[in-house]
């Protein structure tokens, strides 16, 4: 075992940080609500589109893709490859439907859109499921992240978990809490450049551990067991089917990225819609390789955990981190743990912005307020205290109920929110119908649990199919029905 002590892993996060606070100071100077909330519609196209590639990651991606290549079930080997073709089209969709009305409406919120298609009932669901949607979903991939940082880190320093999640979130406020969306265009690009280095060198060194150069490793993984990317086989009642993870790729997409606020207020800070354009097609070409990169990373980790007799973890997340740290030279140990602050952090600190945006606009009417800058400021700042004390809180209630159902259960109850989000966006984009504004609340309410019960029950009811990723077009779908019936002509 090569472990690296939990000091020089301290030592290295503080000076992440320290770096990410002096970008932080730099980037905020004269910073107002607007350049928090859309940097005054300034940001380099070229800067947001490599720095939504961290923040599309998360810590979650960074230690599950590589674990999950050698499990049996949904997305083994490379079928979560699939996935992620099928975002390609989701973007397409984003950029060519969802941006140019973004821009063409001047929105600061994207579920303002709501409010002018629909009504005050309408936008107010969609931004609230937005936040509900956001804040598990952020304190989970955190969750998952400090669970790491405490077992390899905090633990054999004597510091209890509370404080390290305490500890996290504090120093994402600091270096977010004055330039917003200004300084993530920044801290994103960073980070993306660090979570990608380290995939690389830890895959460099595997190699060199193994005597393979690089094309020994590409030989190496395309003779492996864990190199099938495309399932055919066993129609829709494979989880791994093509058509059935393509399409669930899309919707993934639409949805959690051009339906997302958190998402899409990056490329609302650029300058034009050209300039939006050119940063989706970028950041989606330069996705796909890296997910394959993560993949690749991961079953390397398997034939190099086979190869030399170590023991396969049995939670398959924690199989990079072990190797990383345990099993590989110190400086493997350092770049992971660059690379999972990183991974971590580029998500979680755009998420926190993105929570503080959509409550100031879409509830405190932040952009519409006669009240002054100086005001509105503080109101913006007292909003983004309160985001950061309610995600260490769900961080900390996940960590006392420790039962990994109960909290994959919450998350995935998360992502049924989404579903509403979905039918209304769609319904909105697809005819000229009004709907009776004060009934879309129970339409919403009922379309998530509706789709949760067939989701349940579907193997017994379908023949053995399961919806996976999925039950997002069926949530969708029942909300979109449900607006039809509520309709009316205008």
């Not at 063409?104 to 309408?122: A, D, N, P, V």
């Not at 207020?265 to 394959?292: D, H, P, R, W």
Request: aromatic share 16%.
């Amino acid at each position: 075992m090569n472990s690296i002590s939990p000091q020089i892993i301290l030592l290295i996060i503080a000076l992440y940080f320290l770096m990410l606070i002096i970008v932080a100071f730099i980037t905020s100077k004269k910073g107002d609500n607007e350049s928090f909330f859309l940097a005054g519609r300034k940001s380099p196209w070229f800067l947001v589109a490599f720095g939504m590639i961290g923040a599309s990651l998360s810590g979650v991606t960074f230690i599950s893709i590589p674990g999950v290549v050698g499990k049996s079930g949904t997305n083994e080997n490379f079928a979560y490859m699939q996935l992620v073709f099928g975002y390609l089209l989701g973007y397409i969709v984003i950029a060519n439907v969802l941006m140019p009305l973004y821009y063409k409406l001047k929105l600061t919120s994207i579920y303002e859109y709501m409010l002018q298609r629909f009504g005050f009932y309408s936008y107010k669901t969609s931004a609230f499921y937005f936040l509900i949607s956001k804040i598990i979903g952020s304190a989970f991939r955190l969750f998952l992240v400090a669970i790491v940082l405490q077992k390899f880190l905090m633990e054999p320093l004597g510091v209890s978990f509370p404080v390290t999640v305490a500890s996290t979130i504090i120093l994402i406020w600091i270096y977010t809490f004055r330039g917003g969306i200004k300084t993530i265009v920044v801290t994103d690009t960073i980070q993306t450049a660090a979570l990608i280095s380290a995939v690389v060198l830890t895959i460099i060194f595997i190699g060199k551990e193994m005597g393979m150069g690089i094309f020994d490793m590409i030989d190496t993984l395309k003779n492996s067991k864990y190199s099938k990317i495309f399932y055919f086989e066993n129609g829709w009642s494979n989880p791994n089917y093509f058509f059935k993870q393509f399409f669930s790729g899309a919707l993934i997409a639409i949805v959690m990225t051009g339906m997302d606020q958190d998402m899409m207020q990056k490329n609302l800070s650029c300058k034009t819609i050209g300039e939006a354009k050119k940063n989706m097609y970028s950041f989606s070409i330069i996705l796909v390789f890296v997910n394959l990169l993560f993949l690749s990373l991961g079953a390397l980790l398997y034939i190099f955990a086979q190869s030399k007799g170590i023991d396969i973890p049995s939670k398959s997340d924690l199989l990079y981190p072990t190797i990383a740290l345990q099993y590989l030279p110190p400086v493997v140990g350092v770049v992971f743990i660059i690379g999972i602050i990183a991974a971590a952090y580029s998500s979680a600190d755009s998420a926190l912005t993105g929570l503080t945006t959509s409550f100031c606009i879409d509830f405190m009417n932040c952009n519409k307020s006669e009240k002054t800058e100086k005001v509105k400021k503080k109101q913006r700042m007292l909003v983004h205290i309160g985001f950061s004390i309610v995600l260490f809180f769900v961080i900390v209630i996940f960590n006392i109920l420790n039962n990994d159902a109960v909290i994959n259960g919450l998350f995935k109850a998360a992502g049924y929110t989404y579903g509403p989000i979905l039918g209304l966006f769609t319904f909105g984009l697809t005819n000229k119908r009004a709907v009776i504004d004060k009934w879309v609340i129970p339409i919403a309410l009922i379309a998530p649990i509706i789709s949760y019960i067939i989701d349940v029950n579907s193997e017994q009811w379908f023949n053995g199919f399961t919806f996976g990723f999925f039950i997002l077009a069926l949530n969708g779908l029942l909300t979109y029905l449900g607006l039809l019936l509520i309709s009316r002509k205008k």
